[in-house]
C-alpha cells in the first residue's frame, strides 16, 4: 500500500483540511452503512472507508502515513532506512524526534486532542401487539451527553414486523463525539406486549384459539374469526375435532426481511356444555338412540 491509498479511499487530495477529510467520510459512511445499503460489495466498501478515516482522522497519525504508509501510522514506520544519500543520515528529521520520544517516553500515545468517536447509546422502546406487526412511527427522547442534561428527540420509523428483542441502530445518534469526532450510534431496542385479542406470534405466523360449540363441531358451519387484519369467515366442514387447525393464508404478520405476510393458524376448541335443559338433554337421548348408544355416564357424554 502506498501513502496516498487511504486518501483515494476517501476521494481527497493529500493536501486537504481535517474538515474536508470529516466531510468526505461523513458521506461515505452513510453511502456505504450497512444498515442503509444492501447492495454487494457495500460492507466491504464501508470497512475501507473507516480504516482510512481512523488514520486521517487523527493529526498525528496522519502526519506518520504521509511519511512513511500505513505501517507508520500503526507506530511501525521510519526504521527500513532513514533516506538521504547512502551510507549517511541525509533527509527531514523535524518529525522523527516525535516518533523516537514518543518510543521511548512510554510507548506510543494517543494524541489526547486528536478527534473520537463518541459512545454508543441505547434506548428500550415498549410497542404495543399491533404496533410490532403494522409498523409506527416514534418520537423518543433521551440524553445524548452525560455532561448535558439537555434531551435530544428523534423520530424513530419501526418497521413493520419487529419483534421482542430485535433492535434498529441509528448511525450517528449516539453520544457526542471528542474534539470534533464523529458522534457514535442509537441503538433502539424493541419490546411487544402481549396481544389483547388473544393472538400468539412465531415469526410471521400467529396463532388463535377459536372455541366452537359441539354442535358446530359436528354439523359444519362457517363462523366468523379474528385475524390481525379484521374478521374473515372460516368453514368448518362437518365432523371436526377438537384441536384441528386451519390455516387462513396471508392473514399472519409481516415478513421483516422478505416479501408478504405470514399465516394465522385457526385452532379449533370444541366446547362441551357441562348442563343441558330438558330439551337439549331429550334431543341429545334421541340422537344417543338412533346412533345404537346410551346416553348415560358410560355412552355418549363419557
Do not use: C
Request: hydrophobic letters at 30%; charged letters at 25%; glycine letters at 14%.
Amino acid at each position: 500500500m502506498n501513502n496516498t491509498e487511504f486518501y483515494d479511499r476517501l476521494g481527497v487530495s493529500k493536501d486537504a483540511s481535517q474538515d474536508e477529510i470529516k466531510k468526505a467520510y461523513r458521506k461515505l459512511s452513510k453511502k456505504y452503512h450497512p444498515d442503509l445499503n444492501h447492495e454487494p460489495g457495500a460492507e466491504d466498501k464501508y470497512k475501507e472507508v473507516q480504516e482510512a478515516w481512523e488514520t486521517l482522522g487523527d493529526p498525528k497519525k496522519r502526519q506518520q502515513y504521509d511519511q512513511f504508509g500505513a505501517a507508520g501510522a500503526n507506530g511501525q514506520g521510519g526504521f527500513g532506512g532513514f533516506g538521504g544519500a547512502q551510507g549517511g543520515f541525509g533527509g527531514d528529521f523535524s518529525d522523527l524526534g516525535d516518533i523516537f520520544s514518543q518510543m521511548f517516553g512510554g510507548g506510543f500515545q494517543q494524541d489526547p486532542n486528536a478527534p473520537r468517536q463518541g459512545r454508543d447509546l441505547q434506548y428500550r422502546m415498549q410497542l404495543t401487539f399491533e404496533e410490532a406487526i403494522f409498523g409506527t412511527e416514534k418520537h423518543v427522547k433521551y440524553t445524548r451527553s452525560q455532561n448535558d442534561h439537555k434531551q435530544t428527540e428523534v423520530k424513530v420509523k419501526v418497521p413493520a414486523g419487529v419483534e421482542t428483542g430485535q433492535q434498529m441502530r441509528l448511525a450517528g445518534q449516539g453520544e457526542d463525539g471528542v474534539n470534533g469526532g464523529p458522534r457514535g450510534d442509537l441503538f433502539v431496542v424493541f419490546t411487544v406486549a402481549a396481544s389483547k385479542d388473544g393472538f400468539e406470534r412465531d415469526g410471521a405466523d400467529i396463532y388463535v384459539q377459536q372455541d366452537i360449540d359441539f354442535v358446530t363441531a359436528t354439523l359444519g358451519a362457517e363462523i366468523p374469526v379474528k385475524t390481525v387484519h379484521g374478521d374473515v369467515k372460516l368453514k368448518i366442514p362437518a365432523g371436526t375435532q377438537n384441536g384441528r387447525r386451519f390455516r387462513l393464508a396471508g392473514k399472519g404478520a409481516p415478513r421483516l426481511r422478505g416479501a408478504g405476510f405470514g399465516n394465522e393458524y385457526v385452532v379449533i376448541n370444541v366446547v362441551v356444555p357441562t348442563k343441558l335443559n330438558k330439551e337439549q338433554k331429550a334431543a341429545m337421548e334421541e340422537f344417543a338412540k338412533a346412533s345404537g348408544k346410551p346416553a348415560g355416564k358410560k355412552g355418549l357424554f363419557k
